[in-house]
């Protein structure tokens, strides 16, 4: 058997030359470099192509999954209202989505250090959707990765035209869909549908962005692809701070593997028995760089481009296989490990991550939990201060603005508290009524004998009591002429 007898067929991929290159998907002279990753299968591959169809699923199901009456995740921004499992947030929430967010963050960081960049392999939509729904349509109308290389650096041929034509068709529909369900998240599959149907310059914002989005996954996923994580994604160059040597990374163990070369299982026959000086069990087949998605040698040392889908581990082990040796050369592991160590779960960082997690989504809850039924407010009119009456009495003009953040129906009046001599006009039917979520503004008349002044103001008292039995007394200061 010769030495190249593991290569899979294709061409050695080429490496980087010198220091000048920077990124394996660009040239010295900055043009891009296309690649053509080999699809690996094995036991990370089968696990990670569930979870990326679960995810698609998931994707596409949230807008229609009700809960409390409106979908799983909607942010309405129109109505400022944003709906997350049943719960639903308004602008008065902002300080509560906030936090919110920054655990989401802080959850990312510590998963980060704990196991690496297992956000960019397994979940991320640029890794899920490319490699598990783009890359196979093409593989199936273009061909094998070298049989593709070879069309597209040949001369257009009808052959070559036709394949692009039908997979371009067929990823226009598919951005299409996508970009739909992703405006979906926004105005909601019931308003989509009936827009759809309507006159496009009724909702031309709408067709505006959807056309907008569809355009960007399109040339995303059917063209800038491997360089959305290369170049544009900050997640690669911020892991140098989140990761340290015990965080699990996909990793090389380049002492079991080194000094690597190209040899015959009779050479590694000799090598076993003693016959002839031993070599690492790399047999330098590049197997794990054909297959790599962002072109990377993982034998150099965890790089900047590593998004850890595990491709290499699985084309590894299968290379191990077929020259009955172990699996392992290339692994889920850590720094540590590989220097003779072990991995530390607890330690200092993520000790410090767990600690903000706990507290912050500790709070989200009490505050989100203890938050009020209606959310009330007091303000003034837009207008004069105060108006004086032909009966020598004053009267203030002031608007309440009530919103019910609870999931029933409900109804309110406003009464004045204090002080005794104040009279209240409400503009329009009393009780207020309140559908869910519902926010309306209420405009009152404040009506004070002029007498009631000792200055240019005076604290006045008012109750809300609302149907379900709650109420709510507030105050707010209202204006007089100077006596």
Known sequence: MSDSSWNTGAEAPRILDSPEEVLT???????????????????YHMARKVLAYFLMVLFIAIPWIPINGKPALMLDFVHREFAILGLTFYPTDTILLMVFMIGILLTVVL???LLGRVWCGWGCPQTVYLEFLFRPIERFIEGAEHVRKRRNEGPRTFDWFWRKAVKITIFFAISLVLSHTFVAYFVGWENLLVWLQGDPR?????????ALTTGLILYDFGYFREQMCTIACPYARMQSIMLDRDSLIVS???????????RSKKIMAQEAAGEIAAKGDCIDCFAC??????????????????????????????????????RG??????ENVLEGGRTKVLRARTFIYSALIILIFSAFTFVLTTRDAYDINIGRVVGEPFTELPDDRIANRLRF????QTAETSSFDIAPVAPQSMEMRIVGASPVELEPGEMTRVETWVILPKSAFEG????????LSFSDGLSEVLSYTLLGPNQ
């Open 25 to 43: 998907t660009l040239t010295k002279d900055g043009k891009r470099r296309w690649l053509y990753p080999v699809e690996s299968k094995g036991r």
């Open 111 to 113: 998963l980060t250090a």
């Open 202 to 210: 009724e909702h031309w914002g709408f067709f505006l962005i959807s």
């Open 252 to 262: 090389y163990d380049p002492n079991r593997g080194e000094p690597r070369a190209r």
């Open 289 to 326: 760089v054909r297959t790599c998605p962002t072109g990377i040698d993982i034998r150099d040392g965890l790089q900047m481009e590593c998004i850890a889908c595990t491709q290499c581990i699985d084309a590894c082990d299968s290379i191990m296989d077929r020259i009955e040796k172990p």
């Open 329 to 334: 050369l290339i692994r889920y592991t850590s």
């Open 401 to 404: 603005r009530v919103r019910n």
């Open 456 to 463: 240019t103001s005076l604290e006045g008292q008012f109750e």
